[in-house]
């Protein structure tokens, strides 16, 4: 359907830098929001009636790993070291491609069907990522993760891998876009850094790294590199931008150098939280000028792909740093998880807000007062509804580039049951 008319509903816009619900009717025509007027109509376009709902941006995940759902809950009792090291890289190595294009497609299904129409991740075998992402029709920031742990020769291997990732893509295509993924400072030589670097440089596209996740990590770092990792960023990746993923252990320092560079932190607050790895200061990062995103982290230590979760545990663990003072608010969690994310994927231009001329990716959320919304009722607050009572689960719509993925709940261009059988095949 070329033009979709979406009507009687509630819209989220983000105006001046507020988060704002109006009474508007959108129109979206080839991919794009057309027009927004309140009493809109085009007797041409396909109705979806949003009467006692919530139309918002499709939620951007600016951090994960979509095949480690098949790793999910296996976080429990872990450091992020000892889960790393014993849960998560060995079995990592007995993946086949058939396994990552399975897992990768439960996790997109993950995706639309809470509400997330973006997604960044790095991982390894990224073809079949690609591929499951082309059959989902979802959007996805997409690399190959690259790391020196087995030598120099691992390390040129995997940057070839990355080189062919790119070199192959489809020019065409422009729900994928790439970044150049170090997997971090602690698992990538001075070495590779720098060849990742050029890479960065020669394809002109952001680095996507974990970046002071852990305590293990800063000692790790200056071990490795003989000096923070502020500077080591600094050194490789000074001109570059940044996607730099947890963020947990920023000292003054590094906000102040950070506020000079084009960087984005990406709060990953459920992940960080099961490993044991500290909270970021938000707060303190967005009172000083940091663009902050948020993300899930794999379901392997994040648990879910839900972003509305994401929201309410960013938005509540901010009042156990700072007590009584002011932190930040749900208007601020919605703007991390839609224009933040958007910023710090380089996709603002597209998406991360309802505005005319931008890309149609748009979900529904259902807010009617009814017994499956009881925590919802009464509805005094709509925004910080949506963040402490709202599921992923709500969403009833979900629209990618101006194609419907999802309505009333049901996904109907992939074949759930069959993707649902070959995940758990895996495991068995």
Known sequence: MSKILIKNGKALIIKNNDVVIEE??????????????KNLEDSEAYIINAKNKIIMPGLINAHSHVPMSIFRETTEGCSLYEWLNEKIWPREEKLTGEDIYNA??????????TGCTCINDQYFMSEQIRKAAEKSKIRLVLTRTITSTDGEEGTDKRIAEFEHLYETRDKQNDLITYTVAPHSFYTCSDNCLEKVSK????????VHVHFLESIDEIEDIKKQHGQKAIYVLKKYFGNT?????????????????????????????ISNLRLGCKIADTTKYIKNGLNV?????????????????????ACLIQGGIHENEARITAKDVIKMATINGAKALKLEDKVGNLEEGKQADIIIVDTEEKLDNIKMIPNLNQIANLVYNTSGLNVETTIV????????????????DNIIRNVNKMNN
């Open 241 to 269: 931008h940044n996607i730099l993923a947890h963020g947990v252990k920023l000292d003054d320092e590094d906000i102040e150098i950070l506020k000079t560079m084009d960087c984005s932190i990406v709060h990953n607050p």
């Open 104 to 113: 990768s497609m439960l996790s997109f299904i993950e995706m639309i069907r």
């Open 24 to 37: 508007i009717n959108i129109l979206i025509e080839n991919s794009k929001i057309k027009k927004m007027e």
């Open 401 to 416: 580039n101006g194609e419907i993925l999802m309505e009333n709940k049901q996904i109907k261009h992939i074949d759930v």
């Open 293 to 313: 995103a948020l993300g899930t982290d794999g379901q392997g230590s994040g648990s879910n792909l839900d972003m509305f979760d994401a929201m309410r545990v």
């Open 199 to 206: 890479i960065a440089s020669k394809y002109n596209l952001p």
